[in-house]
């Protein structure tokens, strides 16, 4: 039955507290400082003045300054990225219209071509090669590197036609539109054409409506006029060239066009052949990088081909093979040139929608940059002042100018139908105006921001604009499921897919929709004997997060304000052998009541107000629980384990929650169908916890942050330090260094992370909801290596579980968690004694398993199967080594040692000795005893 814990506050108390306050009113002390007794202000709550949590700590300079400069800091990323993409993207345009300026229709003479200098040299054609190759060498480059240490399926015979049909058609297309068109056109219109290229994706735009989405009369009728708009490019060019020409240059920005069409295409469309080709693009989302490798190469060799051919067409002395001749130094500037401002602002981009600054310093450089390249190319075509320059140029070396009568004069733009590109510029940014309305997590992922890899040379701003993926989660939920590696414990084999994505939900349960899902955290933290100081540790951690998430529930609810990190827990503490025997009665022990005080304690810590926590004492089957219900409205429940009524130890700790809260509360519990069930459990996380852990709610959201980008990870881990005194705490900090946040980022990197320690570790609910996670986890160990495998690690058996199911566990160096170290030699020699083994049983159980698990999870590879096979392989062999440089060192300090060959046998002997004595103790000792010895030996 429950029963309130009385209060312990007295009436002599605040007798002693008013007393207090009479006597500092007689004193006259301005002092308005916090005084020491808290109580003091409980008899002033008629001040309204009375700020109880003021501290002038809480207003230090330092702190000030820091805030001030992290707001500078934020500013001037801001100002630098922004200028950082307009002036890469207006380099990177002009210097390709430089390059392309000196290549000519018709190769001059001899004679003329003395007169030109370095604008007669045929490298031109070479240069414009590698500029327009880079990007791709660089995706084969990463193709190259995630091949290696992923395992990603090789596409379908159908979709890898596909791509390579639209890549070749886009080779073509530039090349052709850049050896072809453009030295038939001046610089200025040329770069206003490269505005047209957004006809095809305008056409996808207007039918990828989603079959549920409303079709707004307005927005038809703006797609329709931003096609017509588009269309006019075609007329222009009708109106300019020759017809063979103007169909040439019409063919080709259709080509250039159709690769964009993976940004323009959704699975939910109403047209079946976009809701193909939507299915065909989530199935290349996974075989992207095998498809590309092969992809790659064949633009890169073809696109020379092409290069070539159009060499020998103009003329060039010497054929083809002239393009390869002694290159003059300004091709070399121009390309570097071109190359680094097209790789810097790629970079940059990147960065910016990365970290969520894409308003600021993508969209808006990005769409002022195609003006500011027309305007720029006009001053120097116009009025060729070398104030205004922007790269080294002189009567030979310059852009392709215009050459006709009033050239001179700005109104040739307006003459020659030049006012047709605001219209082409204004189609071209309503068919982009998606950049415009980001919406996709921190740190996304480079395929998750576009759709094509890296960008393209001869249109830059534009490119990068369409380039932009468009954000579906209004019209698809494919991230929901569609899209895991495994099917999961709670979701049938046969779940259709129309099902899950139009589950019929929003009349039955209105308040139970897909988009209501709320991120929910179980911190669930095991405890058996720490000191006060460790628990106090945990229980401030937890009260953090109570302010944090109490912060973010009343903004949320009165302010309205959206919070893409919005979460709600329930804290969980879980203690083994927290009952004893008083008087024949099972009683709690002086660690539970020692955690009662410590509540109190830390959240007077946090809050800096005064606070008496009352608990509810329930009794349960397994001993008792303890509730509490924090300042900030969240639950705290401790949950009291009687050895005599369940198991002990920590795995059966785990084992207990991972059945109550995702078994029981999340399955049976939860009111709703399967794809909101589904959708709860992909939001529902648990974060492990040991009970002397320290953390901040920075780090937890950071966590949540790599689960929320992935649905198939299974696990996030952030990076531990310990903390402590001593000799010991020193090696070990040395050796988390080592072993843990240098190895889990290698790991990381070239794979997945093989073990998320289960002191700071988050993991998703629905990822240890299979019965091969769960089903396997709670097993009792029969053998002495399952022994080892289950008991000793029991972070690194659940963590190799979950690699078995083919999720994937990940390492955030960001995210600090602070554990307390063993500070003496027998505390750490025990801890070690049930790590080592348990990590060697794991590995050993991967490398016998790797064939199953390349197959099935596709962050193993063999090389990382190999990489760990040589870690095993230098762990085994390392106290051998270790034994052999001892008994060398011996032998070659000691005089007799180098030339008799007993006393070489004698050094050796002395060093194996103290080995065997600690084999055989190992072997029929008791651990205390082990303990012992080890402590004792050099």
Not at 154 to 166: A, E, R
Not at 290 to 298: A, D, E, G
Not at 504 to 514: G, R
Not at 914 to 936: D, E, R
Request: with cysteine; hydrophobic share 45%.
């Amino acid at each position: 039955m429950a029963s309130k814990q009385p209060s312990n506050t007295n009436s002599a108390t605040g007798a002693s507290a008013k007393s207090h306050g009479t006597t500092q009113g007689q004193s006259g002390n301005t002092n308005h400082s916090r005084p020491a007794d808290d109580s003091y202000w409980e008899d002033r709550k008629w001040d309204v003045f009375n700020d109880v949590s003021y501290s002038p700590d809480d207003m230090s300079t330092g702190a000030t300054y820091n805030q001030k400069a992290l707001r500078f800091i934020k500013l001037m990323l801001y100002v630098v990225t922004c200028l950082l993409v307009f002036v890469c993207a207006c380099v990177s345009k002009i210097s390709f219209f430089l390059i392309v300026s000196q290549i000519f229709i018709e190769w001059p003479t001899a004679a003329d071509a003395g007169a030109n200098g370095a604008r007669s040299s045929p490298t031109w054609f070479l240069s414009l090669w590698i500029v327009v190759s880079v990007p791709h060498a660089l995706s084969l480059y990463r193709c190259c590197k995630v091949m290696m240490f992923r395992n990603t399926p090789w596409p379908s015979v159908g979709l890898f036609l596909l791509v390579v049909s639209v890549e070749t058609l886009h080779t073509l297309g530039v090349y052709t539109f850049a050896l072809r068109v453009l030295p038939r056109i001046d610089a200025v219109y040329g770069a206003m054409v490269t505005s047209g290229i957004c006809f095809i994706p305008g056409v996808m735009r207007l039918l990828n409506h989603g079959r549920r989405e409303r079709w707004g009369v307005a927005q038809i009728l703006l797609d329709v006029l931003a096609i017509a708009l588009q269309g006019t490019v075609f007329a222009w060019l009708f109106l300019t060239l020759d017809a063979l020409n103007a169909g040439i240059a019409t063919a080709s920005l259709i080509c250039i066009s159709l690769s964009y069409w993976e940004t323009f295409v959704s699975e939910a469309s109403a047209i079946p052949i976009l809701s193909q080709l939507g299915k065909t693009r989530n199935e290349m989302r996974g075989a992207r990088h095998k498809t590309y490798f092969l992809v790659n190469v064949w633009k890169i060799v073809a696109g020379l081909g092409i290069t070539a051919f159009f060499a020998g067409v103009a003329g060039a002395p010497g054929g083809a093979k002239s393009i390869f001749g002694d290159i003059p130094a300004v091709v070399v500037y121009t390309t570097i040139v071109q190359g680094a401002a097209s790789l810097l602002g790629y970079a940059t981009v990147r960065l910016v929608c990365k970290i969520k600054i894409q308003l600021f310093s993508f969209s808006l450089p990005i769409v002022l940059s195609t003006l500011a390249t027309v305007v720029l190319l006009c001053v120097r075509c116009f009025f060729r002042d070398p104030i205004v320059s922007l790269l080294p140029a002189t009567e030979e070396f310059y852009w392709n100018c215009p050459d006709k009568e009033g050239s001179k004069n700005v109104t040739y733009i307006m003459e020659y139908y030049g006012w047709m590109w605001f219209f082409w510029v204004a189609s071209q940014f309503w068919i982009t105006s998606h950049i415009w309305t980001p919406c996709i997590e921190r740190l996304a992922k480079s395929n998750k921001i576009f759709v094509r890899p890296f960008y393209c040379s001869l249109l830059f701003d534009v490119g990068m604009q369409l380039n932009r993926a468009r954000d579906e989660r209004k019209q698809n939920r494919e991230l929901l499921g569609g899209i895991r590696n495994t099917t999961l414990g709670i979701i049938p084999d046969t779940l259709d897919w129309d099902e899950l994505v139009n589950s019929k939900v929003s009349a039955e349960e209105p308040s139970k929709n897909l988009d209501d899902i709320t991120t929910l955290l179980y911190f669930c933290a095991t405890m058996w004997h720490e000191t006060a100081n460790e628990m106090k540790g945990l229980m401030k951690s937890i009260f953090r997060c109570d302010q944090d998430q109490s912060a973010r529930r009343l903004a949320r609810t009165y302010f309205d304000r959206k919070d893409d990190d919005y979460y709600e827990f329930e804290a969980h503490v879980f203690f083994d052998d927290a009952m004893e025997t008083v008087g024949g009665q099972r009683l709690l022990n002086e660690f539970v009541r020692q955690f009662i005080s410590t509540v109190g304690e830390a959240a007077r810590s946090v809050t800096g107000a005064a606070y008496e926590p009352t608990y509810q004492k329930i009794a349960t089957p397994y001993g008792g629980r303890l509730q509490w219900e924090l300042p900030g409205g969240n639950q705290l429940i401790v949950h009291l384990k009687d050895q005599n009524l369940i198991r002990k130890k920590k795995r059966w700790s785990q084992v207990m929650y991972l059945y109550y809260l995702l078994g029981w509360k999340l399955l049976d519990q939860l009111d709703g169908s399967t794809a909101v069930k589904q959708a709860a459990a992909d939001n529902t996380y648990l974060l492990l916890l040991d009970g002397d852990v320290s953390f901040k709610p920075a780090a937890l959201l950071m966590l949540i942050d790599l689960m929320k980008k992935n649905i198939n990870v299974g696990a996030a881990c952030g990076r531990v330090h310990p903390v402590g005194r001593g000799p010991m705490l020193w090696y070990q900090r040395f050796e988390y260094a080592i072993g843990h946040w240098l190895q889990k980022s290698t790991e990381h990197m070239i794979g997945c992370v093989l073990c998320s320690p289960g002191c700071f570790s988050l993991f998703r609910g629905s990822s240890i909801m299979t019965r091969e996670i769960i089903g396997r986890y709670n097993n009792k160990a029969q053998t002495a290596a399952e022994w080892i495998q289950y008991n000793q690690g029991e972070d690194r058996w659940l963590s190799t579980l979950l690699l078995q199911a083919g999720f994937r566990i990940e390492y955030c160096a960001a995210a600090d968690g602070y554990t307390q170290a063993p500070e003496t030699l027998s505390e750490f020699y025990n801890q070690r004694r049930r790590w080592i083994p348990s990590t060697l049983a794991n590995i050993i159980d991967l490398l016998l398993n790797s064939r199953s698990m390349v197959r099935k999870n596709p962050t193993i590879s063999w090389l990382y199967v190999l990489y760990q096979g040589l870690l095993l392989f230098a762990t085994l062999v390392g106290p051998g080594i270790t034994f052999i440089m001892v008994v060398g060192a011996l032998t070659a300090a000691l005089p007799t040692a180098a030339t008799s060959m007993s006393s070489a046998w004698v050094c050796f002997i002395v060093n194996l000795t103290p080995v065997v004595i600690f084999m055989f103790t190992c072997i029929y000792g008791s651990a205390k005893t082990q303990v012992k010895l080890a402590a004792s030996l050099p």
